[in-house]
Protein backbone atom coordinates (compact mmCIF):
# COMPACT_ATOMS: atom_id res chain seq x y z
CA UNK A 1 0.00 0.00 0.00
CA UNK A 2 1.08 3.55 -1.37
CA UNK A 3 -0.09 6.67 0.97
CA UNK A 4 0.30 9.79 -1.46
CA UNK A 5 -0.13 13.29 0.13
CA UNK A 6 -0.99 16.38 -0.98
CA UNK A 7 1.12 18.07 1.58
CA UNK A 8 0.28 22.07 0.21
CA UNK A 9 -3.55 21.15 -0.43
CA UNK A 10 -3.18 19.62 3.51
CA UNK A 11 -1.93 22.53 4.74
CA UNK A 12 -4.26 24.77 3.15
CA UNK A 13 -6.95 22.61 4.72
CA UNK A 14 -5.49 22.55 8.10
CA UNK A 15 -4.70 26.71 8.00
CA UNK A 16 -8.38 27.26 6.88
CA UNK A 17 -9.74 25.23 9.20
CA UNK A 18 -7.48 26.61 12.20
CA UNK A 19 -8.10 29.89 11.03
CA UNK A 20 -11.79 29.81 11.09
CA UNK A 21 -11.97 27.90 14.40
CA UNK A 22 -9.13 29.44 16.33
CA UNK A 23 -8.08 25.27 17.19
CA UNK A 24 -4.63 24.22 16.71
CA UNK A 25 -4.67 21.18 14.05
CA UNK A 26 -1.53 19.10 12.85
CA UNK A 27 -1.50 15.77 10.53
CA UNK A 28 0.75 12.98 11.27
CA UNK A 29 1.74 9.94 8.85
CA UNK A 30 1.15 6.47 9.98
CA UNK A 31 4.66 6.16 11.45
CA UNK A 32 3.58 9.18 13.58
CA UNK A 33 5.83 11.52 11.88
CA UNK A 34 4.24 15.35 11.90
CA UNK A 35 3.73 16.00 8.07
CA UNK A 36 1.88 19.35 8.14
CA UNK A 37 -0.40 21.24 10.68
CA UNK A 38 -1.07 25.32 11.53
CA UNK A 39 -0.85 25.95 14.70
CA UNK A 40 -3.15 29.10 15.93
CA UNK A 41 -1.24 32.06 17.72
CA UNK A 42 -1.70 31.36 21.06
CA UNK A 43 0.46 33.40 24.15
CA UNK A 44 -0.70 30.75 26.55
CA UNK A 45 0.47 27.68 25.42
CA UNK A 46 3.76 29.39 24.17
CA UNK A 47 4.26 30.91 27.69
CA UNK A 48 3.36 27.77 28.87
CA UNK A 49 6.30 25.80 26.55
CA UNK A 50 8.63 28.64 27.78
CA UNK A 51 8.85 27.25 31.57
CA UNK A 52 11.11 24.23 31.35
CA UNK A 53 9.09 22.84 34.08
CA UNK A 54 6.26 22.50 31.56
CA UNK A 55 7.36 21.91 28.42
CA UNK A 56 8.22 18.18 28.88
CA UNK A 57 4.80 17.82 29.88
CA UNK A 58 3.69 19.07 26.83
CA UNK A 59 5.43 16.89 24.87
CA UNK A 60 4.49 13.89 27.24
CA UNK A 61 0.36 15.01 26.84
CA UNK A 62 0.51 15.06 22.94
CA UNK A 63 2.01 11.39 22.86
CA UNK A 64 -0.14 10.12 25.44
CA UNK A 65 -3.33 11.21 23.28
CA UNK A 66 -1.87 9.96 20.16
CA UNK A 67 -0.82 6.49 21.91
CA UNK A 68 -4.63 5.97 22.87
CA UNK A 69 -5.58 6.67 19.38
CA UNK A 70 -3.43 4.91 17.59
CA UNK A 71 -4.50 1.70 19.70
CA UNK A 72 -8.19 2.68 19.65
CA UNK A 73 -8.13 3.46 16.11
CA UNK A 74 -10.96 5.98 17.34
CA UNK A 75 -11.44 9.59 18.40
CA UNK A 76 -9.69 10.11 21.73
CA UNK A 77 -9.87 13.26 23.66
CA UNK A 78 -8.14 14.56 27.21
CA UNK A 79 -7.81 17.39 29.04
CA UNK A 80 -3.85 18.65 29.52
CA UNK A 81 -1.51 19.20 32.29
CA UNK A 82 -2.61 22.48 31.89
CA UNK A 83 -6.64 21.93 31.57
CA UNK A 84 -6.79 22.49 28.18
CA UNK A 85 -9.02 20.31 25.61
CA UNK A 86 -6.92 17.92 23.40
CA UNK A 87 -8.08 15.41 20.75
CA UNK A 88 -6.60 12.69 18.75
CA UNK A 89 -8.49 10.75 15.70
CA UNK A 90 -7.29 8.62 12.98
CA UNK A 91 -7.71 9.43 9.19
CA UNK A 92 -9.37 6.01 7.91
CA UNK A 93 -9.88 6.13 3.83
CA UNK A 94 -11.08 3.28 1.85
CA UNK A 95 -10.66 1.21 5.46
CA UNK A 96 -7.14 2.03 5.75
CA UNK A 97 -5.16 4.39 8.08
CA UNK A 98 -3.64 7.29 6.09
CA UNK A 99 -2.46 9.08 9.21
CA UNK A 100 -3.57 10.63 12.70
CA UNK A 101 -4.71 14.50 13.47
CA UNK A 102 -4.24 15.79 16.80
CA UNK A 103 -6.03 19.37 17.69
CA UNK A 104 -6.79 21.81 20.51
CA UNK A 105 -5.26 24.65 22.58
CA UNK A 106 -8.88 25.61 23.23
CA UNK A 107 -11.10 25.16 26.00
CA UNK A 108 -14.65 23.43 26.48
CA UNK A 109 -17.31 23.19 28.88
CA UNK A 110 -15.34 20.98 30.90
CA UNK A 111 -12.65 22.86 31.57
CA UNK A 112 -11.23 24.42 34.51
CA UNK A 113 -12.97 28.06 35.48
CA UNK A 114 -9.56 29.41 35.72
CA UNK A 115 -6.10 28.38 35.05
CA UNK A 116 -4.75 26.06 37.43
CA UNK A 117 -0.78 26.71 36.31
CA UNK A 118 1.31 29.22 38.38
CA UNK A 119 4.66 30.10 37.33
CA UNK A 120 3.78 33.36 35.66
CA UNK A 121 1.78 36.25 36.26
CA UNK A 122 0.15 36.68 32.98
CA UNK A 123 -0.99 33.31 32.64
CA UNK A 124 -4.22 33.88 33.92
CA UNK A 125 -5.62 36.33 31.86
CA UNK A 126 -4.02 34.19 28.58
CA UNK A 127 -5.78 31.43 29.84
CA UNK A 128 -9.54 33.85 29.63
CA UNK A 129 -8.77 34.65 26.21
CA UNK A 130 -8.26 31.36 24.73
CA UNK A 131 -11.27 30.24 22.22
CA UNK A 132 -13.96 28.24 23.67
CA UNK A 133 -15.84 25.03 21.74
CA UNK A 134 -19.07 24.03 22.90
CA UNK A 135 -19.34 19.72 22.76
CA UNK A 136 -21.67 20.20 19.53
CA UNK A 137 -18.52 22.31 17.97
CA UNK A 138 -15.97 19.68 18.66
CA UNK A 139 -18.13 16.44 17.54
CA UNK A 140 -18.53 18.20 14.66
CA UNK A 141 -15.01 18.55 14.08
CA UNK A 142 -14.51 14.75 15.14
CA UNK A 143 -16.70 14.03 11.63
CA UNK A 144 -16.07 16.35 9.07
CA UNK A 145 -11.86 16.50 9.42
CA UNK A 146 -11.33 12.43 8.81
CA UNK A 147 -14.44 11.98 6.55
CA UNK A 148 -14.99 15.15 4.26
CA UNK A 149 -11.89 17.58 4.09
CA UNK A 150 -9.13 15.12 3.65
CA UNK A 151 -10.69 12.91 0.79
CA UNK A 152 -9.11 14.68 -2.38
CA UNK A 153 -6.17 15.57 -0.39
CA UNK A 154 -4.90 11.88 0.54
CA UNK A 155 -4.59 9.23 -1.86
CA UNK A 156 -4.31 5.29 -0.61
CA UNK A 157 -3.04 3.35 -3.27
CA UNK A 158 -3.36 -0.36 -2.54
CA UNK A 159 -2.01 -3.52 -4.88
CA UNK A 160 -4.37 -5.27 -7.11
CA UNK A 161 -3.72 -8.49 -4.79
CA UNK A 162 -4.33 -6.35 -2.36
CA UNK A 163 -7.21 -4.88 -2.91
CA UNK A 164 -9.25 -8.01 -4.01
CA UNK A 165 -8.56 -9.55 -1.09
CA UNK A 166 -10.31 -6.21 0.52
CA UNK A 167 -13.14 -6.27 -1.94
CA UNK A 168 -13.82 -10.01 -1.79
CA UNK A 169 -13.79 -9.54 2.28
CA UNK A 170 -16.47 -6.88 1.97
CA UNK A 171 -18.31 -8.83 -0.38
CA UNK A 172 -18.80 -12.60 1.57
CA UNK A 173 -18.89 -10.61 5.12
CA UNK A 174 -21.96 -13.28 5.76
CA UNK A 175 -19.89 -16.45 4.75
CA UNK A 176 -16.98 -18.30 6.14
CA UNK A 177 -13.73 -15.59 6.31
CA UNK A 178 -11.34 -17.28 8.33
CA UNK A 179 -7.56 -16.86 7.48
CA UNK A 180 -7.36 -20.43 5.93
CA UNK A 181 -10.40 -19.85 2.92
CA UNK A 182 -8.84 -16.50 2.31
CA UNK A 183 -5.19 -17.67 1.77
CA UNK A 184 -6.63 -20.75 -0.34
CA UNK A 185 -8.43 -18.65 -2.18
CA UNK A 186 -5.80 -16.48 -3.50
CA UNK A 187 -3.20 -18.83 -3.22
CA UNK A 188 -0.59 -17.07 -0.56
CA UNK A 189 0.61 -17.95 2.75
CA UNK A 190 -1.19 -17.21 5.87
CA UNK A 191 2.63 -14.90 7.04
CA UNK A 192 1.76 -13.26 3.55
CA UNK A 193 -1.70 -12.29 4.89
CA UNK A 194 -1.05 -11.03 8.08
CA UNK A 195 2.07 -9.22 6.64
CA UNK A 196 0.27 -7.40 4.30
CA UNK A 197 -2.81 -6.16 6.35
CA UNK A 198 -0.61 -5.01 9.04
CA UNK A 199 1.44 -2.65 6.51
CA UNK A 200 -2.07 -1.90 4.62
CA UNK A 201 -4.34 -1.32 7.49
CA UNK A 202 -2.23 -1.60 10.87
CA UNK A 203 -4.05 -4.19 11.77
CA UNK A 204 -4.88 -7.80 12.01
CA UNK A 205 -6.88 -9.48 8.84
CA UNK A 206 -9.50 -10.87 11.85
CA UNK A 207 -9.62 -7.03 13.60
CA UNK A 208 -10.43 -5.91 9.71
CA UNK A 209 -12.82 -8.60 9.24
CA UNK A 210 -14.79 -8.02 12.75
CA UNK A 211 -14.90 -4.01 12.20
CA UNK A 212 -16.67 -4.84 9.43
CA UNK A 213 -18.15 -6.83 9.97
CA UNK A 214 -20.02 -4.53 13.15
CA UNK A 215 -19.97 -1.55 10.90
CA UNK A 216 -22.76 -3.45 8.31
CA UNK A 217 -24.55 -4.48 11.50
CA UNK A 218 -24.50 -0.87 13.03
CA UNK A 219 -26.62 -0.04 9.42
CA UNK A 220 -28.39 -2.81 9.65
CA UNK A 221 -29.88 -1.98 12.78
CA UNK A 222 -30.45 1.81 11.73
CA UNK A 223 -32.07 1.09 8.27
CA UNK A 224 -34.23 -1.93 8.80
CA UNK A 225 -36.32 -3.63 11.67
CA UNK A 226 -34.67 -7.09 11.23
CA UNK A 227 -34.17 -8.81 14.44
CA UNK A 228 -31.08 -8.63 16.10
CA UNK A 229 -30.33 -12.62 15.47
CA UNK A 230 -31.06 -11.89 11.95
CA UNK A 231 -28.51 -9.21 11.65
CA UNK A 232 -26.00 -11.30 13.07
CA UNK A 233 -26.47 -13.96 10.63
CA UNK A 234 -26.34 -11.27 8.06
CA UNK A 235 -22.95 -10.53 9.01
CA UNK A 236 -21.14 -13.90 9.76
CA UNK A 237 -22.15 -14.43 13.08
CA UNK A 238 -24.83 -16.91 13.86
CA UNK A 239 -24.17 -16.83 17.63
CA UNK A 240 -26.31 -14.71 18.92
CA UNK A 241 -25.32 -14.61 22.36
CA UNK A 242 -21.32 -14.21 21.19
CA UNK A 243 -22.93 -11.15 18.57
CA UNK A 244 -24.33 -9.17 21.12
CA UNK A 245 -21.25 -9.88 23.44
CA UNK A 246 -18.67 -8.95 20.78
CA UNK A 247 -21.29 -5.97 19.60
CA UNK A 248 -21.23 -5.02 22.98
CA UNK A 249 -17.64 -4.80 23.64
CA UNK A 250 -16.62 -2.44 20.55
CA UNK A 251 -19.75 -0.31 20.85
CA UNK A 252 -20.26 -0.11 24.59
CA UNK A 253 -23.79 -0.95 24.61
CA UNK A 254 -26.01 -4.06 22.87
CA UNK A 255 -27.34 -4.12 19.80
CA UNK A 256 -30.88 -3.38 21.22
CA UNK A 257 -29.27 -0.11 22.62
CA UNK A 258 -27.78 0.93 19.74
CA UNK A 259 -30.58 1.12 17.78
CA UNK A 260 -32.87 2.70 20.70
CA UNK A 261 -30.35 5.52 21.65
CA UNK A 262 -27.65 6.15 18.50
CA UNK A 263 -28.00 9.38 17.05
CA UNK A 264 -27.59 7.63 13.56
CA UNK A 265 -30.49 5.63 14.07
CA UNK A 266 -32.70 8.52 14.63
CA UNK A 267 -31.80 10.97 11.13
Known sequence: MQIIYNTEKLQQILHGLSVLTGVSIAFFNKDFERVCGSVKENDFCETILSLESFKEKCFESDNTILTRCIKSRRFECHFCHAGLYDAALPVIINGSI???????RVRSADSPKECIVSGNKDLKKLYAELPFFSKS????LKTLLPNILFSDAINVELDELGEKIAEHIKAN???DLSV????????ISKNHLYKYFNVSYGTTVNEYIT???M??????LCETKEPVYSIGEKVGIDNYTYFCRLFKKRENMTPVQFRTTSKKCKK
Do not use: T
Open 98 to 104: AGYLIMG
Open 211 to 213: RLR
Open 137 to 140: QLES
Open 173 to 175: LSS
Open 215 to 220: EKAKRL
Open 180 to 187: DSICKKFF
